[in-house]
């Protein structure tokens, strides 16, 4: 039911970029409204469109990682390595960098990055769980490690 609400959203959306390609905020909330529709890999030409006129947009980056994140880890973390190096105090992307590296089988990296982010956001209940899941991943735990990015989640500020 949303997900067809979130398609006439997209298209509304590409149509105002379309209209007014300087619209501030206006291709985030398009590659938002892409990936509640179920259509993130659709997302990235607006994305590097966002990057190209804006190079140091920390959203951009984050949205487009966690896009690329299952198919281009190695762009993925490079995405976000750079976000970090423009926003140093964001905890969502060390979280989001975890991920990556959960995701690669990287549990001690993870883990590192999961304490990064509890030290900025110590009672959050999302740190807790993804530094048990490294942690069992750590201890040998699965073959395969489960991580939020199969939700390709997109992070809005």
Known sequence: MYERQFQKAAENLDFA??????????????????????????????????????????????????VVAIDQPAQA???LTEAQRLNPGNPH??????????????????????EQTQRMMPNHP????????AGHAARGGSKRIRSQLGERQIWNY
């Open 77 to 79: 973390l490079q995405l």
């Open 93 to 114: 992307i060390s979280f989001q960098m975890g991920e990556v590296r959960l995701s690669q089988n990287q549990p001690a990296e993870a883990i590192a990055c999961f």
């Open 126 to 133: 999302d740190v807790a769980a993804a530094l048990k899941r």
């Open 17 to 66: 970029v379309e209209l007014d390609p300087e619209l501030p905020g206006a291709r985030l909330l398009l590659c938002d409204a892409l990936r509640k529709a179920g259509r993130s890999e659709e997302s990235i030409p607006y994305l590097n469109e966002e990057l190209r006129r804006d190079p140091r947009s920390v959203p951009a980056r984050m949205n487009l990682a966690a």
